[in-house]
């Protein structure tokens, strides 16, 4: 916005206060006075004009000040557009003072009972600035389709609080509408709200930036979130080699199993073949620190002797990995299978993926409790659940980094296979593998003392 309004601080001695203009074209900034005075309680400082059906000492309605205004912005915005050089202070005073239309202040437009029309503009809501923040940032920061899914996701909730409001709406008291939405409307989980906020405070401070909106009190306010961060899922040695050497059993096959309370029940094997090749693909992700993403686009061209050469899904990194004889001995099984794309494994939906790995960890009864903590609704929830339940295709590259890690090897080595650029994405991990190592080193203790 090059040209905005405000009220001079000093009234004049008729209480009034001079309407200052601040204009920026092409990086030029001038100031100056419009010749209209106005009382405080008059303006607004939201749209920048005088409110409707206010009349200053000189007899000047609103409609006919704010028409004048408008036609000053007007004029600017036209020479913004069309200047191809930066101008002189004197060239853009020059284009202000050259505004001059045939209006008087009897001259208002009147609505059918003869009450003045408001004409102070209205200001652009904010979801019409949205899409074109959403465009120009999942270009420069290179959006994934998975990201942009959550941004329109952030656009359903922002729409559904802020509707047809402008950038002003969020205040304190927007803010923490906004909020309380997601909290009470949309029932999600403290950690979502808090990661929504955020959004909120990135998508409003690129519009102050751009001078579409002039609030910064989202830099302000800060809500409290109770977040408790989840425990990282991943699998032990045990686990993981127990997963590996697995045989599938054939279809219809009824297994017995144990829960984590030790009571027995029957589990119907269905669709043995996707429950193998699921297997081998989590295990691939396990021994080489693959996302999924990244291990479904592996091609045998990014095969060369005992490394895979990879360009990551999320972060476009190129990275070498070293095959070890698990990986390896996964690649020979299906060396000549012929898969669409030439890629060196066979490729599983994400969604369907996890399906499959959970009923597989169900068979090798890796069913340990898991208790996760969180708030919702301002509410404290606590839910157990069998681990099988809660392993995903991701835990498949936590397992390596945890494994790797708890085995001595020096973070700045796995930071190396898994492309992570810094400590603070390592953090958890680290935790857990120096939980691991106390945990060794009492056995040890233990073991000395027999």
Not at 94 to 112: G, R, T
Not at 176 to 203: D, G, P
Not at 407 to 424: A, N, R
Request: hydrophobic share 35%.
């Amino acid at each position: 916005m090059p040209v905005k309004y405000y009220l001079e601080k000093r009234p004049n001695k008729k209480m009034e206060h001079p309407i200052r203009l601040s204009a920026v074209v092409k990086g030029v900034r001038i100031l100056s006075t419009t010749g209209f005075s106005v009382k405080k309680e008059s303006w607004d400082d939201a749209s920048m004009r005088v409110k409707v059906h206010q009349t200053n000492s000189k007899k000047q309605t609103s409609a006919f000040i704010n028409r004048w205004l408008n036609g000053i912005e007007g004029v600017v915005l036209e020479f913004e557009n069309t200047c191809r050089v930066r101008p002189s202070v004197e060239k853009v005073k020059e284009i202000i003072n050259s505004y001059n239309p045939d209006v008087n202040p009897d001259d208002e437009d009147l609505d059918e009972n003869g009450e003045p029309i408001d004409n102070t503009p209205k200001r652009p809501s904010a979801i019409q600035y949205f899409d074109e923040f959403r465009r120009e940032q999942s270009i420069s920061n290179q959006w994934t389709s998975g990201t942009m899914e959550c941004w329109a996701a952030f656009r359903k909730h922002l729409l559904a609080v802020a509707k047809g409001n402008s950038f002003d709406f969020f205040n304190d008291d927007g803010i923490n509408a906004f909020v309380r939405y997601l909290r009470v409307r949309a029932k999600m989980e403290e950690k979502t709200v808090q990661k929504h906020y955020l959004n909120l405070r990135w998508f409003i401070n690129w519009a102050v930036r751009k001078g579409y909106a002039t609030n910064r009190e989202i830099g302000m306010v800060q809500p409290k979130f109770k977040v408790i961060e989840k425990p990282v899922i991943f699998l032990t040695k045990d686990e993981l080699m127990k997963v590996y050497k697995y045989e599938i059993p054939a279809n219809g096959t009824k297994v017995i199993l144990h829960n984590y309370e030790g009571e027995e029940y029957e589990k119907v094997v269905h669709d043995a073949t996707a429950l193998a090749k699921t297997r081998d693909m989590f295990c691939f992700c396990a021994f080489t620190s693959l996302r999924y993403s990244d291990m479904a686009a592996l091609k045998r061209t990014d095969i060369n002797g005992d490394y895979i050469y990879v360009t990551t899904q999320k972060t476009n990194d190129r990275l070498p990995i070293n095959l070890n004889s698990f990986a390896k001995e996964i690649l020979d099984k299906y060396k000549d299978c012929k898969f669409p794309n030439g890629t060196a494994l066979p490729v599983i939906s994400n969604q369907k993926m996890n399906e499959y790995l959970k009923d597989i960890c169900e068979l090798c009864e890796i069913n340990d409790p898991i208790t996760r903590v969180c708030f919702r609704a301002g509410q404290r929830e606590e839910t157990t659940q069998a681990k099988y339940e809660l392993i995903g295709t991701h835990a498949g590259r936590r397992t390596f980094i945890c494994f790797a890690l708890s085995s001595g090897i020096p973070p700045q080595v796995v930071m190396k296979w898994t492309g992570h650029c810094d400590y603070k994405a390592m953090k958890p991990y680290i935790d857990i593998a120096e939980k691991v190592k106390a945990e060794q080193m009492a056995i040890f203790e233990n073991g000395l003392k027999l």
